[in-house]
């Protein structure tokens, strides 16, 4: 496949501003591949809109510097990516494997442009799996203050030139200090039954509440748990006959599906995020 540059853009909303990007482009004789956008109005109000834009489009490097300077002289927001450059991953898993080994396995098919540079974890239980595949992995466990933990981690990611985090299924509460090293650069993964089950147990609870739908959320992590802007959703309808069992059985893989989905579209760069916590996802 031939290397793309892939463009994210935000502004306001004004006439002309997708016509003077792609003039542009067309002007160094590159194609555009595909094209999308999406304008958002302040409580419907027309004349008050952000347009957030995204180009995917022939790679010609003369055009990068010319792009970018036409970008910040019209106070464009933006951020330019070359698609033959793989997202650096690193992943935290504790103990469950389901959307660690879905997340890798993905990557190690080639379904997902990324590569797991590193695997950090406060157990030993999925350390086979990084052997096999030959990729380095850190058991660093919570026996110390939680400060020195995450120096630790931090400076392992840092080691690695890590792009980007991923908490598969990574049962551990990170700080605001170690989250402001990685603004929206880490993805976390947790069950949909939030606020209403909270604790160790939430499927048992929500088994007893006779629950008719299982699901999955994908965010990106901030300083407020369980809070930051979702990437990606599911759920599985379930009814009286599941178990608890069946209701695990049934979150493990939506959850897996989910973590992989919210990387895949991260990593395909095709997500802003908006200044009010929320997120634009592009197909």
């Known amino acids: 496949m031939n290397s793309k ?7 306001k909303d004004k006439v002309g501003i997708t016509s003077l990007i792609a003039n542009l482009i067309a002007k160094y004789d590159a194609n555009i591949l595909h094209l999308d956008h999406f304008t958002e109005y302040n409580n419907n109000d027309e004349n008050d809109g952000k ?7 022939d790679k010609v490097p003369e055009l990068k510097p010319v792009l970018e300077e036409e970008l910040h002289k019209h106070d464009i927001s933006f951020e330019l990516f ?59 466990p919570n026996n110390e203050e939680k400060s020195v933990v995450e120096d630790k981690i931090l400076k392992i990611v840092a080691e690695h030139n890590t792009d980007l985090i991923v908490l598969a299924k990574y049962m551990q509460i990170l700080t605001d200090n170690f989250v402001s090293h ?43 748990l369980d809070e930051g802007p979702i990437i990606e959703q599911d759920v599985t309808r379930v009814n009286h006959r599941y178990s608890v069992q069946d209701l695990r059985k049934i979150g493990r893989h939506v959850e897996s599906t989910v973590l992989a ?23």
Do not use: M
Request: proline fraction near 3%; aromatic fraction near 12%; charged fraction near 20%.
């Open 51 to 57: 347009l957030y834009l995204r180009f995917e489009f």
């Open 5 to 11: 540059y892939i463009l994210l853009a935000t502004c």
């Open 82 to 140: 070359d698609s033959s450059v793989n997202t650096r991953i690193a992943l935290f898993v504790s103990k469950e494997d389901h959307a660690f080994n879905e997340v890798l396995l993905r990557i190690e098919r080639g379904e997902i442009p990324a590569e797991v540079v590193c695997i950090v974890s406060n157990h030993e239980n999925n350390r086979r799996f990084a052997e096999n595949l030959n990729i380095p992995f850190y058991y660093v």
């Open 182 to 224: 990685h603004k929206h650069k880490i993805i976390n993964i947790h069950h949909s039954f939030l606020p209403s089950f909270i604790g160790a147990n939430p499927y048992k609870q929500a088994w007893e509440r006779g629950v008719k739908f299982v699901g999955a959320t994908s965010h990106y992590v901030t300083s407020d």
């Open 261 to 283: 989905q919210a990387v895949e579209y991260h990593v395909l760069h095709k997500v802003i995020v908006t200044n009010n916590n929320k997120t634009v996802v592009f197909s």
